[in-house]
């Protein structure tokens, strides 16, 4: 009986041997296999974001495309430009106008995705909102008008991602409106001070 104890003892004492050698072997393989994975993973997810950023840009240089007329009057030289722009878009050209606008609160919605960032709709799209921003009758109607403007929250939110990144305010964006509820705490935080330290500079 006491052979037996002896037997069974010496057994587990062997079994528990072995499994911490083969505890030992699974941790000095996984966590290489545990690393690789990670790596695929976080690799997997930038192909993702750069694909989605593309088919974002893509998407929306194809809208940009519908509303050429619109931009070209609106671009320097153009037929809303300058002094014009006091004028024009007359309430007839209004219509026109708005899809433009909505093109620009797509490019915010992007921008909250993840799928754009501030350099990107800076360099491909900065000169076209601040073209509208030049246009004083579409900030006064529009984007700057106490009954309206919370209508264009989203172009409005875009404005001040890039006036932030740019380090300055449109000229014509003088309106102290800052859509909050559209970007996260620090995010709004962070974008009102850029923009308030450009305006200082």
């Not at 997997?44 to 009057?73: G, I, N, P, Y």
């Not at 209508?151 to 800052?178: C, K, N, Q, S």
């Not at 859509?179 to 450009?198: K, M, N, S, T, V």
């Amino acid at each position: 009986m006491l052979e037996t104890i002896e037997s069974h003892r010496a057994l587990l004492e062997t079994l528990s041997y072995i499994a911490s050698i083969a505890g030992a072997m699974v941790a000095v393989i996984g966590f290489p296999l545990l690393y690789l994975q990670l790596r695929m993973a976080r690799l997997q997810r930038q192909d993702a974001v750069r694909l989605s950023m593309s088919q974002a840009l893509f998407a929306a240089d194809a809208a940009m495309a519908t509303h050429a007329e619109v931009a070209v009057k609106l671009r320097p030289g153009g037929d809303w430009a300058g002094i014009a722009g006091a004028t024009h878009p007359t309430n007839a050209e209004l219509p026109l106008v708005e899809p433009y606008l909505g093109l620009f609160e797509r490019l915010f919605i992007a921008y909250q995705a993840g799928q754009v960032d501030a350099n990107i709709l800076d360099n491909l799209y900065g000169y076209r909102l601040a073209n509208i921003w030049a246009n004083q009758r579409i900030v006064q109607t529009k984007l700057q008008n106490d009954g309206l403007k919370r209508y264009w929250d989203r172009v409005i939110a875009l404005t001040y991602v890039l006036e932030a990144y740019r380090g300055e305010p449109f000229p014509l964006h003088t309106d102290t409106y800052f859509p909050a509820g559209l970007f996260d705490r620090r995010c709004a935080h962070r974008i009102q001070q850029e923009r308030a330290a450009g305006r200082t500079m």
